[in-house]
């Protein structure tokens, strides 16, 4: 049964170029609500930990890397159908893929730096969410 709960984080291009603002305001504007969020920065090896799941692929380590180059916004949103209405939101992985008005069509630079992470299921928003926040962490 779906959660209506998806997670995401703006990355560090994003946060770098100041679109915290703009991204919220999509989000919002899409009819999401902030059940929890932070402002932080991952170390490598808690990035590594996060994207555990690509550990075998070949982008993995540049990942990482960038990924835990600077700080990131994490949240933790609540909608009717949050996981698919979320991805649609952001658009295509490869923005030079992304359909025009989402978000990473609007923010992102490259596949690597794609400006916003988006939950593939829910039963990852449910272990994405877990990796950030605490159940006294969200309202
Ligand atoms: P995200 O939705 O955070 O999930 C995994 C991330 O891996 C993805 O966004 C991209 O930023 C990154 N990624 C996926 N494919 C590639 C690729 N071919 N090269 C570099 N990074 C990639």
Redesign the pocket.
Known sequence: MATNRTFT?I?PDAVEKNYIGGILDKINAAGFRIVAMKYTKLSKVEAGAF?EV?SE???YR??VD??SNGPIVAAILEKENAVEDFRTLIGA??PAEAAEGTIRKLYAE?????A???S?SDDNAAIEGNFFFSSLERF
């Not at 490259?110 to 794609?114: D, E, K, L, R």
Request: charged share 20%; proline share 5%; aromatic share 14%.
């Open positions: 984080m990355k994207y690509h692929r070949p982008f540049e990942l960038y990924m992985t490869n490259s596949i690597s730096a794609n916003v992470h988006g593939d």
